[in-house]
């Protein structure tokens, strides 16, 4: 039989395949994905568990005339290449091409920008409403996994659009995973709901038949009414989501395309909430994914080399991790790993928190369903007893992280930088306030490729303006281990350690023995333009130093460590004898550490002839390789060797006698 994918332009021309050509189709679409996520890396297990739900969907319904709204939308790729992205599929997370989840500028089949869990429902029940109230004869259908179902926005979406009883389909996409394995009640209630039959279609048949039945099958039908709902509490443990105001399906298989469409179809006319349960398999139809869907949610060049071995974990095992309590060394050790090897900040979390674990038994760790991301995997496998999945539910793990202090152990709270917004009122209110110590871990903090969803280029904003914080940003392996023992000592601060996705760089150690709150540190002594540079821009700093060294421009660098106490200090005596201070962060320009640096700047009137902040301006950046948004946005260390050169000519250092200098400690 001939391609069918290039036959696909449009959804409409679903319509005109036959069942074969269709499952055809999806066997087209599981092999372009393959090949264009093996080139430039993305989601691939979630994506090709949903080929067979996304060809049916857009089957049997008319979007967008309908509405179709995604959850996290990172298992979107059969969605493109059916709504006529297929040609520029090869540019799939490449900078200036088409993105890894949905992207309203690209295209009309997608009604928001979604990367984070949860949302669906609630946004899709919004839609609804203003479609009924305008009085538009529009179906809405919010696909939702069964990891984010089990968010807390979700269930009161849930409960919301029981309440409301709109025109709204919920398609529950149950592949018993998230990122890692599910974890929490619900889905040890979807493993029961998986075991039982189909309530909704029994019931159906049982309806049929009766009604064939001459003179005595409406009153036996009639008389069956009074038995419904011991009925359903024996078919459908719990009914949930029946007692939430929504009729409930399933459980069906969602790789059967000729059931999915039967039933979609069946659903289509219904005109109030349905939750339609489906099973689907993560990695479906290429067998190293479905095997190991954690290794296979998101990767690249995975074609080449299937029999490279698995590195994540499937699991906990038993070993409990019940050490005496060793009080921590000081904040001079040096880093647990070698700073020579090219690792991550991930890596280096990781060894860090196994060795601090080893000593001291109040240490705990929490994330939100994303062990694997931030490296917490071997962590949950040694110490069982100490590690604490709240799954998509940064808000009650912000919280949760607070009572565990209160009841005097020491969490660490590891959460990328763009979920942890999230959490904030959580941190504001069950955290700073309580004056209860949590130590974030940021990770991702910066630029990533997955885009305007996902850079965490916010967070020195949004906490350096909480009381009781502390927040510092390491240069290296090495001084990320002082950082997180500094943490440790803390007893009534969140403090917060933020760190890029990125390779640990090769800086020179560090001559300052023991890391002290508030103190930054000089790594080179140049002459008019000072670099003060804020965690991952450190490394920036120093090359671009390095550059111009060459030209013969001479500038100081400095690592500023924190951003919350800045070192009162080392500004005044910068602002002695240079005339230029350049603040350099991978954050937001509004409110982040170049703002700080002003703030302080303007409270002890301390003068320089120019401060110029670089870091990220004022737009949602795209998606793409970290290093080319970088240099796109000129906070690469060329765009900062350039930045200088445009001031070192023209710079004067204006006389100390002309200045106002305040006196500091």
């Not at 074609?303 to 991790?321: I, V, Y």
């Not at 860090?352 to 931030?374: E, F, N, Q, Y």
């Amino acid at each position: 039989m001939p391609d069918v994918l290039p036959r696909v332009n449009h959804p409409r021309d679903l319509k005109a395949l036959s069942l074969d050509e269709m499952r055809q189709l999806a066997g087209e679409i599981r092999q372009r994905i393959m090949e264009v996520v093996n080139a430039n890396g993305g989601h691939l297990g979630s994506n090709l568990g949903t080929v067979e739900m996304t060809i049916a969907l857009h089957r049997v319904f008319d979007f967008p005339q309908d509405r179709l709204v995604w959850d996290v939308s990172h298992q979107t790729y059969p969605h493109k290449l059916i709504t006529g992205r297929k040609d520029r599929f090869h540019t799939l997370r490449t900078f200036g091409g088409i993105a890894g989840f949905c992207n309203k500028r690209e295209s009309i089949f997608d009604l928001f920008d979604a990367g984070h869990a949860g949302t669906a429902v609630s946004l899709g029940l919004g839609v609804a409403a203003a479609d009924h109230f305008f009085q538009r004869d529009s179906k809405t259908v919010a696909v939702v996994g069964d990891a984010s179902i089990a968010a807390g926005m979700a269930f009161e979406a849930l409960n919301h659009a029981g309440e409301l009883q709109r025109n709204l389909l919920v398609v529950l996409n149950d592949n018993k995973m998230s990122i890692d394995v599910s974890v929490g009640a619900l889905s040890k209630y979807f493993n029961k709901i998986r075991t039982k039959p189909i309530y909704q279609d029994l019931k159906k048949e049982i309806h049929e038949v009766l009604s064939k039945i001459p003179l005595v099958g409406k009153k036996m039908e009639d008389g069956l009414e009074h038995i419904h709902e011991s009925l359903k509490h024996s078919l459908v443990p719990g009914l949930l989501f029946q007692e939430l105001g929504f009729n409930y399906y399933g459980p069906v298989d969602g790789h059967d395309l000729e059931s999915l469409i039967d039933i979609l179809e069946d659903l289509k006319g219904i005109k109030r909430p349905v939750l339609l349960h489906t099973l689907t398999v993560k990695g479906h139809g290429y067998e190293p994914a479905s095997k190991n869907p954690i290794k296979y949610h998101a990767l690249k060049n995975f074609l080449a080399d299937d029999s490279t071995p698995e590195n994540t974990a499937d699991g906990l095992n038993d070993r409990n991790g019940s050490e005496p309590h060793v009080a921590p060394a000081r904040n001079e050790a040096k880093a647990p790993v070698d700073a020579k090897k090219k690792v991550t900040y991930s890596e280096v979390f990781k060894e860090t928190m196994h060795t601090v674990a080893r000593k001291d038994r109040r240490l705990v760790a929490v994330t939100a369903a994303m062990p694997g991301g931030t490296g917490l995997v071997e962590f949950a496998k040694e110490f069982p007893s100490r590690y604490f999945d709240v799954g998509i539910a940064e808000q009650h793990g912000g919280a949760f992280a607070s009572g565990l202090a209160y009841g005097g152990l020491r969490p660490v709270f590891a959460v990328y930088s763009t979920f942890c917004q999230r959490a904030y009122d959580q941190i504001i209110h069950d955290t700073c306030i309580q004056e209860n110590s949590v130590i974030l871990c940021l990770d991702r903090a910066g630029l990533v490729e997955d885009g305007w969803t996902h850079h965490g280029v916010f967070d020195i904003a949004y906490l350096r303006c909480i009381p009781n914080t502390l927040l510092m940003a390491p240069r290296d392996a090495e001084e990320f281990a002082r950082m997180f023992y500094l943490a440790l000592e803390q007893t009534s601060l969140l403090v917060a350690i933020r760190y890029p996705k990125a390779t640990i760089p090769t800086l020179p150690h560090s001559k300052d023995p023991v890391l002290r709150i508030g103190k930054a540190e000089v790594l080179r002594r140049g002459e008019g333009i000072a670099l003060h540079a804020y965690g991952s821009m450190v490394e920036e700093a120093w090359h671009a130093a390095e550059i111009l060294e060459k030209e013969g421009i001479s500038v100081t660098v400095v690592n500023a460590r924190f951003a919350k106490p800045l070192d009162e200090g080392l500004l005044h005596d910068l602002s002695l004898d240079h005339h230029t201070l350049i603040t350099l962060e991978e954050h937001a320009l509004h409110g982040g550490f170049g703002s700080a640096v002003l703030e302080k700047l303007a409270d002890l009137e301390i003068s320089f002839s120019r401060v110029i902040r670089l870091g990220i301006p004022d737009r949602f950046q795209t998606f793409g390789a970290r290093e080319r948004i970088m240099a796109e946005i000129g906070i690469d260390a060329k765009g900062i060797a350039e930045t200088v050169r445009r001031h070192a000519a023209t710079g004067t250092i204006v006389p100390i006698s002309t200045r106002s200098i305040a006196a500091v400690r």
